[in-house]
């Protein structure tokens, strides 16, 4: 037996059949204080017992851009991603955007109410959540603004700012579809609305199709309860979409017959063009990409050879291919992706390079499995202008210098 | 993730969900009651499903309007700072720098009342009367011309109001940029700079550049 409390098992081993059995010579019950092995002076294997990053990795927290809104408790920070590797992102940099502050939940307060268009409807508590069948499944979730600040020309020179509006992570939960299949959908069932418990009670509505598909109901991100700002204890996923629409801090899904054009549907995350008409309904995440390493956040400290690092990810499906530019988009190599590809979730390319010192235009595109290319931005513009805020996805490039700085660019 | 995974997936999923209940066993999740109901679908949709009993006129919405939404959005709804504009701005989205408002912008007038009714004031939200909120809401629609001031905004009469951009959205017509095989060699003659992100320095200064890493 290992513990760091001995004293709480001499007693009981002492008493009752098992000490008997131990008095008897039947059973031999060894109790071994990790204290003991403890290499410090203070002896310390519980002083952290939530553990943390090493005080050298400090600079990899979220980071906020103060100018972009009124107050910090409806806005957003960025996932720190020129220093994470691999596709997960960790729970405690996972980006969070607000639209009322960062609610705080009991869960065994908290219901989930599934109504409208059905036969039966029903209140779920946590528990009863977690006693239907459940799934883990990795997704991606990204804001629509993500990259938004870039529209009108290269404007924050950070990886982090540009594309940190994205995290990716294993999710524990249950298919939307259980949920109102229990209920039973009225025919005329055409529409979903979620809603949030926060001080925003946030609503988004989308089609049935998505709700029967692939929505998810998660209470647990990469093995542990949902984190508040992500919308503990309960919240909603709707894989690949703006990541608006999966609503955090659910208590609320309504079954309707139409749309329900919510101010985060009409006012917000609609794609506004130069004619003044706007894109409605403009759901799907798509195909995007980024170099992690270099970006401007590091420093080249000289020739020799590196890896590059970078991420791709597409709400239509897989990553099928990632194309690399030293040129500024003149020629293009293509990089090994790693395993997992998986289908709406972050995938990741290395790619080993040697520097030569020069100054160098790198740039990454992404390809998915629906054959869509990640447009340039001039592409982008020509299609939608530059009044858009919303759905970015144009390459971005990175300009390093003969001193080995990276600085955020656009080229034409 | 093979398909053969997902079918079982599915089938063992049918099989679980469709599991019979015995008697005596705790159920998963239990009916509310309408007047539950009633009391947490607070929502209202453009063709006044959800809308409320109540009533307001610009002309008491004023006077809520100073007293609760002023000191963020402005007395003639300009804003203040950085919070959103909530009036003005009508044609001016082929602008260059176009005035998004729930006057100039918003298709529907229902939305204003919903949105008002579940998330403002900031920091104090749903502690309006509906009453107060049909009233906040004739007030906006009145001071940009889209209602008469003595108009009475109910449940009835909300979902008839015309806004000026009903017709301003279409459906995402995305993909929307070239496709195709992409070039690999010898695509572009000529790169040029056209943006350097340094020059316009809004970038926070706390950006954590270590020396080398």
Known sequence: MLTIFPEIFESPLRASLLGKAIAAGLVEVRIHDIRAYATDRHRKVDDEPYGKPSKYEAHVVRRNVEWLTASTESSINFTPLPWLNGIITPNGVFFERHHGGRAEIDPSAHRLLVHGLVEKPLVYTMEDLKRLPCEDRIWFLECAANGGMEWRGAQLDGCQYVRGMIGCAQWTGVRLKTLLERSGLKPNAKWVLAEGADASALTRSFPIEKALDDAFVAYAQNGEALRPGQGYPVRLILPGWEANMSVKWLRRIEVGDAPWYTRWETSKYTDLLPSGKAYKFTWVQEANSVITWPAPEHKIDGPGQYMIRGLAWSGRGRIVRVDLTFDGGKNWVTAPLQEPILPKALTRFYYPWRWDGSTVIIASRAIDETGYVQPTITQLRNARGRNSIYHNNAIITWLVNASGEVENVQVA | ?213
């Not at chain 2, 009367?129 to 009835?156: C, H, K, N, Q, W």
């Open chain 2, 1 to 213: 993730m093979s398909r053969s995974r997902d079918l079982l997936l599915a089938a063992f999923l049918a099989a679980t969900v469709a599991m019979p209940a015995l008697a005596g066993e705790r159920p998963i999740g239990r009916v509310p009651t309408p007047e539950e109901i009633a009391r947490w679908d607070i929502d209202a949709r453009p063709d006044g499903l959800g809308l409320p009993p109540g009533r307001g006129t610009a002309r008491e919405g004023e006077e809520i309007y100073l007293a609760r939404c002023a000191s963020c959005h402005g007395e003639f709804g300009e804003a203040v700072g950085r919070w959103p504009q909530l009036v003005g701005g009508q044609g001016s989205l082929t602008w260059d720098e176009p005035i998004k408002t729930a006057t100039s912008y918003w298709p529907y007038a229902p939305t204003v009342f919903d949105y008002i009714k579940r998330a403002m004031p900031f920091g104090d939200a749903q502690s309006l009367t509906d009453d107060e909120v049909y009233a906040i809401t004739a007030f906006l629609l009145a001071s940009d011309g889209i209602i008469p001031e003595d108009f009475v905004v109910d449940a009835e009469s909300l979902p008839k109001i015309v806004m000026p951009n009903a017709d301003g959205f279409i459906d995402d017509p995305r993909p929307d940029v070239p496709g195709g095989e992409p070039c690999m060699k010898d695509c572009v003659a000529e790169v040029v700079i056209v943006g350097h992100a340094r020059k316009i320095g809004v970038t926070p200064e706390d950006k954590a550049r270590p020396v080398t890493d």
